[in-house]
């Protein structure tokens, strides 16, 4: 069975740091690409980031770029998004989701971990 | 950056009603690559269609894609009451960035 399981999430000052985690297991992690994707509360989706399965292919959001570093890593089946400089806005729903390709759809999605952003 | 613009942004339906959801890009999507996620409350979304018209593992023949370029269709051709959810187009993989629309409330009437 695919399991996404994100974790890291929690309530964290403005401009401070966090580190997300995601947890794969039931498929073979480094034959697929991986993705952050958030959902700030009664909002639409937002992609964050994505990364091919070698860590060759790297995209950021506009709204991320130069604060938020996505990294995996294959042998421990797991993707990471070290988050710098937050701010309020980046409160939301933080789902980690994988795709076959960089550029394919992302076909199963984690359940997410909540960051919320306040003082 | 390729802008995404679904319309309506509230469909108020009943169950066998037919669904006729939007998208429109602010520029061609090549190849077709755009997809279609169902949301409900509480969960994480789930793909019914890629490549704009191929239909994801598991999802029933009531749900189609079509469309090019840069507009495109969502269809449910009778709805049931689990289709009740919020629907998002997503273009992806251009220039290694990935854009959703601001999604499609079906709700019942």
């Known amino acids: 069975e695919v399991q996404l399981v994100e974790s890291g999430g929690g309530l964290v000052q403005p401009g401070r740091s966090l580190r997300l985690s995601c947890a794969a297991s039931g498929f073979t992690f480094d034959d697929y690409a991986m993705h952050w994707v958030r959902q700030a509360p009664g909002k639409g989706l937002e992609w964050v980031s994505g990364?091919?399965?070698?860590?060759?292919?790297?995209g950021y959001a506009d709204s991320v770029k130069g604060r938020f570093t996505i990294s995996r890593d294959n042998a421990k089946n797991s993707l990471y998004l070290q988050m710098h400089g937050l701010r309020a806005e980046d409160t939301a729903l933080y789902y980690c989701?994988?795709?076959?390709?960089?550029?394919?759809?992302?076909?199963?999605w984690g359940q997410g971990t909540l960051v919320t952003v306040s003082s | 950056e390729i802008v995404l613009t679904q319309s309506p942004g509230t469909l108020s339906l009943s169950p066998g009603d037919r669904a006729t959801l939007s998208c429109r890009a602010s520029?061609?999507?090549?190849?077709?690559?755009l997809a279609w996620y169902q949301q409900k409350p509480g969960q994480a979304p789930r793909l019914l269609i890629y490549?704009?018209?191929s239909r994801a593992t598991g999802i029933p023949d009531r749900f189609s894609g079509s469309g090019s370029g840069t507009d495109f269709t969502l269809t449910i051709s009778r709805l049931e009451p689990e289709d009740f959810a919020v629907y998002y187009c997503?273009?992806?993989?251009?220039?290694?960035?990935?854009?959703f629309g601001p999604g499609t409330k079906v709700d019942i009437k």
């Open positions: 990364i091919s399965w070698n860590s060759g292919s790297i």
């Open positions: 989701a994988k795709a076959s390709y960089y550029d394919s759809p992302f076909d199963f």
């Open positions: 520029q061609s999507v090549s190849s077709s690559y």
């Open positions: 997503l273009q992806y993989g251009r220039s290694l960035v990935f854009t």
């Open positions: 490549g704009a018209s």
